[in-house]
């Protein structure tokens, strides 16, 4: 009986004799191409916040976002803070298609001359790589992206010894002030987020090109709020906004808290408004992904101060 092998569209493109001549074109990301990401996203269940289309919706001016599909599988181009270009890891591919699609990216990588194949790797892509690259692969741990995982009832009930400390300022903030919890739906609460995010930017460095790219970024998700399935709240102190928060519920384990901004004058107001927002809109999942500190230091001390589940880990990969 004869026996047919089945064909590997990877093993066909490697023969054609365009391969090497058929250049990846890149599109810049818009909103308008959430259709498209859902179509490829759906199915994904990343544990990190990277790939969540918010996420790049926010960043994808300041780190020069853009996409290409090749042999049926998403490719997404980013630019890091230090200005360096680097692939996340495909969305979608086959297994059996994965060291043709990595060796066309390997190709452009020496092509463009950039420092890193991949960035954003989460540890189950890092393992289909070392199947096939076996030693020849080099792999970095990138700390200061590494992403926050709090246990929901944890956050919401301010529970044992180690967070009595965020119940004393949850306490405090519920006896000393007048404070209102209002939803985005509600009139004039999106755009009262939008100008204090703008109030936030100035008052940190208004010169930071990157609060700027986040400042933007900002504006475009509350705007687009309902067309991205967002969950936004605001805090009011005395009638004037004080706090908001922006997150989403990504799959069934886990949410993502994506936005966090609020007065640094008022005692208790950011655990106020974790504890209340996690509460209110995200206590339907396990896990909550609060992203990564970037190495700063105030902002990783502040995210340790909740003692996180775990850190998830993004790995920097090169072959």
């Given amino acids: 009986m004869l026996t047919l092998k089945p064909i590997n569209t990877c093993d066909v493109l490697e023969g054609h004799k365009n391969f090497k001549k058929n250049k990846l074109m890149f599109n810049s990301l818009t909103i308008h191409d959430k259709p498209l990401f859902d179509k490829y996203l759906k199915d994904y269940r990343f544990k990190t916040s990277e790939y969540s289309f918010v996420n ?3 960043w994808r001016k300041g780190c020069d976002i853009s996409y ?14 230090k200005g360096n270009y680097h692939f996340m890891q495909p969305v979608g591919y086959k297994k059996e298609n994965l060291r043709c699609i990595v060796e066309k990216l390997r190709d452009y990588k020496t092509e463009n001359k950039m420092p890193y194949l991949f960035k954003d790797v989460e540890s189950s892509f890092l393992d289909e790589l070392k199947e096939i690259y076996n030693d020849n692969i080099t792999i970095e741990e990138d700390v200061d992206n590494f992403d926050y995982i709090y246990a929901t009832d944890k956050l919401i009930n301010l529970s044992g010894k180690k967070l009595h400390s965020k119940k004393n300022h949850y306490n405090y903030f519920l006896k000393t002030y007048n404070y209102a919890v209002r939803d985005f739906s509600e009139p004039n609460v999106k755009e009262d987020c939008i100008k204090a995010s703008q109030a936030w930017h100035e008052e940190k460095n208004s010169n930071n090109e990157y609060l700027s790219y986040e400042l933007e970024g900002i504006r475009e998700i509350i705007s687009n709020s309902d067309k991205l399935s967002l969950k936004g709240m605001a805090v009011y102190v005395d009638d004037a906004i004080a706090a908001f928060t922006i997150g989403e519920s990504v799959n069934k384990d886990m949410s993502i808290v994506h936005v966090e ?7 208790g107001i950011y655990t106020f408004t974790n504890k209340v927002f996690v509460e209110k809109y995200l206590s339907n999942t396990k896990y909550i992904n609060r992203e990564q500190d970037l190495g700063i230091e ?5 995210k340790r101060s909740y003692y996180p589940l775990k850190l998830e880990e993004k790995y920097c990969v090169n072959l």
Avoid at 68 to 81: A, S
Avoid at 298 to 302: D, E, F, N, S, V
């Fill in 261 to 267: 901004k609020g007065r640094s004058d008022i005692r």
């Fill in 56 to 58: 790049l919706i926010i």
């Fill in 68 to 81: 290409t599909i090749y042999n049926g599988t998403l490719i997404i181009k980013k630019r890091d803070f």
């Fill in 298 to 302: 105030g902002l990783r001390k502040a």
